[in-house]
């Protein structure tokens, strides 16, 4: 018998104000024919005054807990991927435990940027598997647009803000391929590259900075290493390429995401895809799209789904896993 973490509720949730690309227009050297040409992105959402990533996470957490059909009392533990945190500390895990009102059981929060997602479900699954929780919620939240320099017309067009969550549950399974819930996961990082894709802020400088990116560069470790990681996942879970029902990437541009399904020879009918409506927003894009993914009847009960990521740091990974 093998425990498995098993996918038992999904959620998400945008902010209300939607930003078209022709809107940078008027500000910005740039065009609406640009940013879809070079990245597939349309539109993206920002948040309002005030709306910080725990008010996201919160409301993507809530609709997690709907689907699954459990209160936030029935949580072990939480734990939220972002690189925005409202404040330094506490963790924004803390407070939307305070703000869904999960009286008991731990939270905390993972950093890995854009791969953040992948961390944190790796984590969960550990969690789950090591029977320290039978029930974790795993959020990807990040409310980008407030470290955006508005002017950096390489960057300020491709991110935005939102939240997605899973609830994970523990199940016993036959330890086979077969099983739903989480199968396998492969984990890199890659410090000497922290250079290319980095926010110039944080304790040390005295403000939060704003994201600088050596977009080619990073583009380049993304067309490589994304499908290599899905590989191994898929190898580390006994599965091969020809399983796959879903790939379900790191939304940051289309052209890396068409490039990563080529190299697994698999066709773009079988990738979920929300960049064009989101943008980039980083550790929420990968539960975001599982959410759009399953609300619009297409990751069904039982289908295979690779996710893959990579971002600041280099941090990258995958997850192999069976809805
Ligand atoms: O989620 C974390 C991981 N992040 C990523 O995966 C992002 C990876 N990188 C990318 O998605 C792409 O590199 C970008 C979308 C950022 C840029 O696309 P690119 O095809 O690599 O363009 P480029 O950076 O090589 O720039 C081409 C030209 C440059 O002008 P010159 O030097 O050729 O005259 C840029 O200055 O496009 C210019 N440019 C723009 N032009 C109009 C850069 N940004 C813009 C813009 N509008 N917004």
Known sequence: MTIRAVVRGVGHYLPERVVENAEFEATLDTTDDWIRSRSGIERRHFAAEGETTSDLAAHAARTALSDAGLTAGDLDALIVATSTPDLTFPSVATMVQDKIGMGTGFAFDVQAVCAGFIYALANAQALIASGQAQRVMVIGAETFSRILDMTDRGTCVLFGDGAGALVLEAAEGAGTPADR???????????????????????????????????????????????????????????????????????????????????????????????????????????????????????????????????????????????
């Open 181 to 323: 819930g989480i199968l396998a996961t492969d984990l890199h990082s890659d410090g000497r590259h922290r250079d290319i894709l980095y926010v110039d802020g944080g304790v040390s400088t005295g403000c939060s900075g704003v994201v600088k990116m050596q977009g080619r560069e990073v583009f380049r470790h993304a067309v490589e290493k994304l499908a290599e990681t899905a590989h191994s996942a898929l190898a580390k879970a006994g599965l091969t390429e020809d399983d796959v029902d879903w790939i379900v990437p790191h939304q940051a541009n289309l052209r890396i995401i068409k490039a990563t399904a080529q190299r697994m020879g698999l066709p773009m009918e079988r990738v979920i895809l929300t960049v064009q409506d989101h943008g980039n927003t980083s550790a929420a894009s990968i539960p975001l799209a599982l959410s759009v993914g399953q609300h619009e009847g297409r990751i069904r009960q039982g289908d295979l789904v690779v996710t893959e990521a990579i971002g600041g740091g280099l941090a990258w990974g995958s997850v192999v896993l069976r809805w």
